[in-house]
């Protein structure tokens, strides 16, 4: 999902700068204030880094026990919220706030490792198809059809019913399966990058294809290469999110923000909100707000908005 951030203003260039005796912004600064110029990707930011605190330390602090359900023995099943539970309890009697943030480790550190296998391996496999070409991109290409051609929960469902379900071998199923359409973007950018001036120059310089892929392709590619890095996060979020759902996520008594709202929808027409709403807004609005950092950070690469 790209969201349109607002027009950015353009910087002046260095003939500008070096005829009014300035110094040029260094780039990094110059990516910063165009980030944050996209208010909306700045707040996202702040709640993003709130959530993930919460997901990775609150765990690690609550006295209360999420895995033990011998440990709510006693404990009121399906109560709404209220003072000693904010978010009420679930229908195996644990605090729902507790066991947001402590499936909520589970959901981020799946969806970024996943995300990070998905950008690595697409980007790799694009670039080397799209500047190449010929019948390596050909043959590269009709692969990633043939992928494209089964869909693709069906594609990891049937890998998680062979092989079983364990966390490690969740996110290397995600990451490994996720790229097709990454490595499309790249190889389109591989594609024009190799027929502009300079990689033409350093070709008849003598650079090897290696060298100018390092040197010229990724650096000049980099701008969509972070932009779907964080897509790909999402999608690898909403994918674990997905499967937990349907009742592939982590197995029990560990837990993932999919398999909790497969949960809480049964106890839904109970008049239990607690046990989906809740959960649903925090998942809902870190999806939005990874989209809108990587809608901001498109603009922040971007090469033509830069000082030249």
Same mark, same amino acid.
């Given at each position: 999902?790209?969201?349109?951030?607002?027009?950015?203003?353009?910087?002046?260039?260095?003939?500008?700068?070096?005829?009014?005796?300035?110094?040029?912004?260094?780039?990094?600064?110059?990516?910063?204030?165009?980030?944050?110029?996209?208010?909306?990707?700045?707040?996202?930011?702040?709640?993003?880094?709130?959530? &993930?605190?919460?997901?990775?330390?609150?765990?690690?602090?609550?006295?209360?026990?999420?895995?033990?359900?011998?440990?709510?023995?006693?404990?009121?099943?399906?109560?709404?919220?209220?003072?000693?539970?904010?978010?009420?309890?679930?229908?195996?009697?644990?605090?729902?706030?507790?066991?947001?943030?402590?499936?909520?480790?589970?959901?981020?550190?799946?969806?970024?490792?996943?995300?990070?296998?998905?950008?690595?391996?697409?980007?790799?496999?694009?670039?080397?198809?799209?500047?190449?070409?010929?019948?390596?991109?050909?043959?590269? !290409?009709?692969?990633?059809?043939?992928?494209?051609?089964?869909?693709?929960?069906?594609?990891?469902?049937?890998?998680?019913?062979?092989?079983?379900?364990? &966390?490690?071998?969740?996110?290397?199923?995600?990451?490994?399966?996720?790229?097709?359409?990454?490595?499309? @973007? @790249?190889?389109?950018?591989?594609?024009?990058?190799?027929?502009?001036?300079?990689?033409?120059?350093?070709?008849? !310089?003598?650079?090897?294809?290696?060298?100018? @892929?390092?040197?010229?392709?990724?650096?000049?590619?980099?701008?969509?290469?972070?932009?779907?890095?964080?897509?790909?996060?999402?999608?690898?979020?909403?994918?674990?999110?997905?499967?937990?759902?349907?009742?592939?996520?982590?197995?029990?008594?560990? &837990?993932?923000?999919?398999? !909790?709202?497969?949960?809480?929808?049964?106890?839904?027409?109970?008049?239990?909100?607690?046990?989906?709403?809740?959960?649903?807004?925090?998942?809902?609005?870190?999806?939005?707000?990874?989209?809108?950092?990587?809608?901001?950070?498109?603009?922040?690469?971007?090469?033509?908005?830069?000082?030249?």
């Amino acid at each position: 999902m790209t969201l349109t951030s607002e027009p950015v203003p353009v910087t002046p260039s260095t003939e500008e700068n070096a005829a009014s005796g300035r110094r040029p912004t260094p780039v990094w600064r110059q990516r910063l204030r165009i980030f944050r110029h996209n208010k909306l990707a700045v707040i996202s930011v702040g709640y993003l880094v709130v959530v &993930t605190a919460a997901c990775f330390l609150i765990p690690h602090f609550d006295p209360g026990n999420q895995t033990n359900q011998a440990a709510t023995f006693g404990l009121p099943w399906n109560a709404p919220p209220s003072a000693h539970h904010w978010l009420g309890t679930d229908s195996s009697g644990f605090d729902e706030l507790g066991r947001i943030w402590y499936g909520g480790e589970y959901s981020m550190t799946l969806g970024f490792l996943a995300g990070f296998i998905t950008i690595v391996v697409g980007t790799v496999y694009g670039m080397i198809s799209g500047f190449f070409g010929g019948v390596v991109d050909t043959v590269m !290409m009709r692969i990633i059809d043939a992928m494209l051609s089964i869909p693709f929960y069906f594609l990891l469902i049937t890998l998680i019913t062979i092989f079983g379900r364990s &966390t490690t071998f969740l996110i290397i199923i995600i990451g490994v399966t996720g790229w097709f359409g990454n490595a499309r @973007i @790249i190889r389109g950018d591989a594609l024009l990058i190799r027929k502009l001036e300079y990689s033409q120059a350093a070709t008849s !310089m003598g650079a090897s294809k290696w060298h100018i @892929i390092r040197q010229h392709v990724f650096p000049n590619s980099i701008s969509n290469i972070v932009t779907v890095a964080t897509f790909s996060v999402a999608d690898a979020i909403l994918a674990l999110s997905a499967l937990g759902f349907l009742g592939l996520g982590i197995r029990a008594p560990q &837990t993932d923000w999919g398999t !909790m709202l497969q949960f809480g929808a049964d106890q839904l027409q109970n008049g239990f909100w607690w046990e989906v709403y809740p959960l649903g807004a925090i998942f809902i609005l870190v999806v939005v707000s990874i989209n809108y950092i990587g809608d901001a950070l498109r603009d922040a690469f971007e090469v033509r908005l830069l000082e030249r």
